[in-house]
């Protein structure tokens, strides 16, 4: 069992440790739900120093990312970030990345924690035939996001105005304390908030003071528990639940991912062909009507007709109901009303459009 | 550290029994509670339901998992406590006084003695601690 930077910190604050994916990780410290609630109305703070951090750099490094990638590379500036798919030869989802451009030379994989392994393998086993060179530095890298409406106050107090010029999807370097950080401005929970990677060792110091400095915010330090119930609102798919090797990220709802039109990708005749052909299978968002709250592996029913799984499901903080997301057979696809067995009763959904969670605009 | 009554029986799988004249009362422990973090939802049978032994007979749902609850007897359910229907979490605040769960009549009174006194059920929470 591996342990990340923060552990220590994790284990004062009383947080109840799961395993996930080999590595003891803080699920929860106050609870999923005040966690959640202080990320949408206020900030959060997560260790997620478990995820990965992959580099490719060389001449060839841009060429390379988009033969790897599904989005288009070109479109990415210098210091800006992107979201993209690794995709297998069969067009199914290796990993959903984000890839972040410090230059034609340089790129950043951030990859999920539980595949970096097998995204470096397969990384590194096509770069073969590219002058680049591919490094997993999963190692040398805490990670911790902080999300929320005042996330950027809070860190502006560290790191200064520079901090202003950081746009959504953007990233920048900054020296704090004589720690190089790499500060961006993305996340998984819907809310404004950056990720910063910085060396392993220097992660607690961080975190101890952004806590300090969200004081005035009511900062809370959330787990893994807060950060599914938040992606899950906004229904940002998770790897092994909504996207995994044999499910094409088009069937997933991530076609403005996936350019068909600008160059050439792994997987991309496939992925074409299954256009072509009509997706077999859709990813959609319900909502329940009776009682209960749908889990990973329900079944989907209509009359009696099995018509796909539930991928992901929890009881929504924000809105205070049952919502999920799963698949469906694209004949059914069209359906507004579904039923989900959940202990033996199938018990009425309703389809509902992504994301569950819109923020109200005042 | 989890509250474990001396005066109660138990299941291996947490769930606690007390007796009251010829019926049961059947909850979750403390452990059990802990372990589940805050509880969001439950079901339970209705009146009148029967229970069988090492059945699940309702299910307790924290915002991440759930979690089914097993009739530690057969019987017959003769009160249900509707409150944990809207106030889930009262599980969570009191696990073996107003977090109750049902009151059941036993149809084998002898089922019983095949239940986990405190002792054991202490040593039994001990061993799945250090897992």
Known sequence: MSRTALYE??????????????????????GIREEHRAVRSSAGLFDVSHMGEIFVTGPEAKAFVQWMTTNDVEAVKEYQA?????????????DDVIIYKFSDDEFLFCVNASNTDKDYEWIKAESGGFDVSVDNRSREYSQIAIQGPDSGRILGKLLGDGLTEVRRFRFGTFKWQGIEMIVA????????????????????????????????????????????????????PLYGHEIDEDINPLEAGLGRYVKLENGDFIGRD????????????????????????????????????LLGSVTSGTLSPSLDKSIGMGYLKSEAAGRRSVKIEIRGTAREAEVVDFPFYKKEVN | MVQIPDDLQYTSDHEWIRHEDDLIVIGITDYAQDALGEIVYIELPGEGDEITKGDPFGAVESTKAVSDV????????????????????????????????????????????????????TEHTEKESEE
Not at chain 1, 221 to 233: K, S, V, Y
Not at chain 2, 81 to 93: C, G, M, Q, R, Y
């Open chain 1, 270 to 305: 496939v992925l074409r062909k299954s256009l072509e052909d009509g997706l077999t299978q859709k990813l959609i968002g319900f909502q329940m009507i009776e009682r209960g709250i749908p889990r990973q592996g329900y079944d989907i029913y209509n009359e009696g007709h």
């Open chain 1, 82 to 94: 992107q979201y993209t798919l690794l995709c297998n030869r069969e067009g199914g989802v290796v």
């Open chain 2, 70 to 121: 097993y009739a530690p007897v057969s019987g017959d359910v003769v009160e249900v406590n509707e409150l944990l229907l809207d106030s889930p979490e009262t599980i969570n605040e009191d696990p073996y006084g107003e977090g109750w769960m049902i009151k059941v009549r036993p149809y084998d009174p002898a089922e019983l003695d095949e239940l986990m006194d405190f002792e054991e059920y």
């Open chain 1, 185 to 236: 401005r993305t996340g998984y929970t819907g809310e404004d908030g950056y990720e910063i990677f910085l060396p392993w060792d220097d992660g607690p110091a961080l975190w101890e003071s952004l806590m300090k400095a969200g004081r005035e915010y009511g900062i809370k330090p959330c787990g893994l528990g807060a950060r599914d119930t938040l992606r899950i609102e906004m229904a940002y």
């Open chain 1, 9 to 30: 910190i994790h284990d004062k604050l009383g947080a109840k440790i799961v395993e996930f994916d080999g590595r003891e990780m803080p699920d929860q410290y106050e």
